[in-house]
T-cell receptor, first 111, second 116 residues
Framework: QKEVEQDPGPLSVPEGAIVSLNCTYS??????FMWYRQYSRKGPELLMY????GNKEDGRFTAQVDKSSKYISLFIRDSQPSDSATYLC???????????FGKGTKLSVKP | GAGVSQSPRYKVAKRGQDVALRCDPI?????LFWYQQALGQGPEFLTYFQNEAQLDKSGLPSDRFFAERPEGSVSTLKIQRTQQEDSAVYLCASSRSGTSGPYEQYFGPGTRLTVT
């Protein structure tokens, strides 16, 4: 079993929909949680960065962390065709710097 | 300011050739990471530098892989005697701090290596 599990999709939604992306993890030592967006043939772009359980909002994006369930989510409100990309969750233990990534979920937002 | 840059963006190598991939991190960033991303997968950690010190190389898949960051800025990932299974995108990321946080990592565009 991988340390971080993420449904690869693909996920297709109409423009304006609310999108929910999720990851589960097995290692309770993870403290820092990130969401990256990756367009085709580009590097991952940092979207959200959170520490500890709770919600963090930035514009149309909300990141949620539930450490008791080892479950993290990213919500995208009023989705746009430009949101079409692969979304990667990532996490680390803090003092150990390398990130552990999920497989990525491919999202397509149809106009 | 400028982000992380990588060169070349694309590299085709014949099996058995040596390749060198370059990463220029964000100016002043202490930490530098190399990751390997296979098609349809998330990036996987290869190695980590804090300034010029290589603190973790546990992800390097074989002794054909070697990385250096001699002056604590630019880094080079070298792959000797390339094999077909080395075909992947090699990503470099940098982070402002060392072990005391914050831990946001910023990625370059990657080098797509194809071994024929």
């Amino acid at each position: 079993q991988k340390e971080v599990e993420q449904d690869p999709g693909p996920l297709s939604v109409p423009e304006g929909a609310i999108v929910s992306l999720n990851c589960t993890y097995s290692n309770s030592a993870f403290q820092y949680f990130m969401w990256y967006r990756q367009y085709s043939r580009k590097g991952p772009e940092l979207l959200m960065y959170t520490y500890s359980s709770g919600n963090k909002e930035d514009g149309r994006f909300t990141a949620q962390v539930d450490k008791s369930s080892k479950y993290i989510s990213l919500f995208i409100r009023d989705s746009q065709p430009s949101d079409s990309a692969t979304y990667l969750c990532a996490m680390n233990r803090g003092s150990q710097g390398n990130l552990i990534f999920g497989k990525g979920t491919k999202l397509s937002v149809k106009p | 300011g400028a982000g992380v840059s990588q060169s070349p963006r694309y590299k085709v190598a014949k099996r058995g050739q040596d390749v060198a991939l370059r990463c220029d991190p964000i100016s002043g960033h202490v930490s530098l990471f190399w990751y390997q991303q296979a098609l349809g997968q998330g990036p996987e950690f290869l190695t980590y530098f804090q300034n010029e010190a290589q603190l973790d190389k546990s992800g390097l898949p074989s002794d054909r892989f070697f990385a250096e960051r001699p002056e604590g800025s630019v880094s080079t990932l070298k792959i000797q005697r390339t094999q077909q299974e080395d075909s992947a995108v090699y990503l470099c990321a940098s982070s402002r701090s060392g072990t005391s946080g914050p831990y946001e990592q910023y990625f370059g565009p990657g080098t797509r290596l194809t071994v024929t």
